[in-house]
């Protein structure tokens, strides 16, 4: 079964705090994704990685950068915390685009204070 | 611009059948999927839909029309533990999922 673990279930941080929130999956899927979950809304791709040291801007990747060093993990960075960025995190990866299924993290419900 | 639409909420009773739809308007398509998501977890796949028909999986079918730009989701002899969210998904010509809002399921004794 493909894991895809995240470093924290629940965060609480405050205003213009470095954020870092962890990704790891290990079936050596080479897609990995960020989404965030809000109420009413579909879920929003922030950024998205083909590969190692790949990476792309989703929907709405104003405040948010990753970073994919190694092809298991993939780390999204909120490099000053704003409350408008309180929100469900999901991680999600895939095999390749040949696959289109995703598999998804427990997620990380951040709050911002 | 991209679109997907479901209904918000649907309220059943336990031991019936109900149908969420889901129309969808993309820019381009290869293939449909649906995803349950239970409160406070992340979504699991439930099913996937390329070609034109019904795919029958236990009590769970999806069906998709790609002319019409449709798809619906049939749950069969519901269950309490059915209550949940049911996200449904495009996948685009960039072979980016796009995603709906998600139907909220009550399932009521």
């Known amino acids: 079964d493909v894991k895809v673990t995240q470093s924290s279930r629940y965060l609480v941080k405050r205003t213009g705090e470095k954020v870092f929130l962890e990704c790891v999956q290990d079936?050596?899927?080479?897609?990995m994704f960020w989404y965030r979950q809000d109420p009413g809304l579909g879920l929003r791709l922030i950024y998205f990685?083909?590969?190692?040291?790949?990476?792309e801007k989703g929907d709405i990747p104003e405040g948010y950068s990753v970073s994919r060093e190694k092809k298991e993990r993939f780390s999204l960075i909120l490099e000053s915390a704003s409350t408008n960025q309180t929100s469900m995190y999901l991680c999600?990866?895939?095999?390749?685009?040949?696959?289109?299924?995703?598999?998804f993290g427990p997620g990380t419900r951040l709050t911002v204070l | 611009g991209q679109n997907i639409d479901q209904p918000t909420e649907m309220t059943a009773t336990e031991g019936a059948i109900v149908q969420i739809n889901c129309t969808y308007q993309?820019?381009?398509?290869?293939?449909l999927f649906w995803y349950q998501q239970h409160a406070g977890e992340a979504p699991t796949f439930l099913s996937y839909?390329?070609l034109d028909g019904l795919e029958e999986k236990g009590r769970f079918s999806s069906f998709l029309s790609r002319s019409k730009g449709y798809s619906y989701l049939l749950l069969k002899e519901l269950q309490m533990k059915d209550s949940a969210s049911y996200l449904c998904?495009?996948?685009?010509?960039?072979?980016?999922?796009?995603w709906g809002a998600g139907t909220k399921l009550i399932i009521k004794p």
């Open positions: 999600a990866s895939r095999a390749g685009t040949e696959s289109n299924e995703q598999f």
């Open positions: 079936m050596d899927h080479e897609n």
């Open positions: 990685s083909y590969d190692v040291k790949m990476k």
């Open positions: 993309t820019s381009g398509f290869n293939g």
């Open positions: 839909n390329v």
């Open positions: 998904a495009v996948v685009d010509s960039n072979y980016q999922l796009i």
